[in-house]
């Protein structure tokens, strides 16, 4: 079954960075598109960042444009999300996604807390 698990959340000050990483499994990784979510207490899931099955392309949210990086390495099954500069309306719940019809499948969540 598929199966995707989020690491390398934590607490930074503002400012500092993290690499949060997504590992996949039971499915043809190279093959989809994937997608880091993030939501924060209070607020709707919204979509971070995405790149293409074979990392040729990349898309971001206004709010981490220039702060943030997607990358992939299908030969680990692995997606990453660099997070530079980071600030405290960064702070979420991040997710990652692979898109589906009929619905996505996600991972558990990693928690980033950013505060001094």
């Known amino acids: 079954q598929v199966q995707l698990v989020e690491s390398g959340g934590g607490l930074v000050q503002p400012g500092g960075s993290l690499r949060l990483s997504c590992a996949a499994s039971?499915?043809?990784?190279?093959?989809?598109?994937m997608r880091w979510y993030r939501q924060a207490p209070g607020k709707k899931r919204e979509l971070v960042a995405t790149?293409?099955?074979?990392?040729?392309?990349?898309d971001y949210a206004d709010s981490v444009k220039g702060r943030f990086t997607i990358s992939r390495d299908n030969a680990k099954n692995t997606v990453y999300l660099q997070m530079n500069s980071l600030k405290p309306e960064d702070t979420a719940v991040y997710y990652c996604?692979?898109?589906?019809?009929?619905?996505?499948?996600w991972g558990q969540g990693t928690q980033v807390t950013v505060s001094s």
């Open positions: 790149i293409t099955s074979t990392g040729g392309s990349t």
């Open positions: 039971g499915f043809t990784f190279s093959s989809y598109a």
């Open positions: 996604n692979r898109p589906r019809i009929g619905g996505d499948y």
